[in-house]
């Protein structure tokens, strides 16, 4: 195991624990609103009509539709950016391996030229 994964994993324990505490906290406040909103109504949609529906039950509903329908318009969006972004993460991917052997450079050369001294024939500069 690495440092960075010794690391990680206390933080997403501490992570989880919150999400814990945080959905036991909306799960107190959902008995809470159902016990306060338990009168009885009658709901009226189009032609239809249903009597007795807790009025906790009617909004929650509501809600849950909500939630569905907003999840219906925004799918195609993710869906969409989560592809994109696939597709750059693998252009990246390719750019960082075309780059580095663009500037491999040859370890005898630091500066990825050979310099050829030993040819005294053709030397600027002769005894």
């Not at 109504?41 to 909004?59: K, N, R, S």
């Not at 969006?77 to 580095?100: D, F, I, M, Y």
């Not at 050979?114 to 053709?122: I, K, M, S, T």
């Amino acid at each position: 195991m690495s440092i960075k994964t010794l690391r990680k994993q206390p933080q997403q324990k501490k992570e989880m624990q919150i999400i814990i505490i945080v959905l036991l906290v909306l799960a107190v406040l959902l008995v809470i609103f159902t016990l306060q909103n338990s009168t009885e109504i009658t709901v009226h949609l189009l032609l239809w009509e249903i009597g007795g529906v807790p009025l906790a039950l009617v909004i929650l509903c509501c809600v849950i539709l909500g939630y569905l329908l907003a999840f219906a318009y925004f799918y195609p969006s993710l869906w969409k950016t989560r592809k994109e972004n696939k597709r750059l993460v693998k252009t990246n991917e390719e750019l960082k391996a075309k780059q580095l052997k663009l500037t491999v450079v040859d370890e005898n050369h630091p500066e990825g030229i050979e310099l050829d001294d030993d040819d005294d024939r053709n030397a600027f500069f002769t005894d």
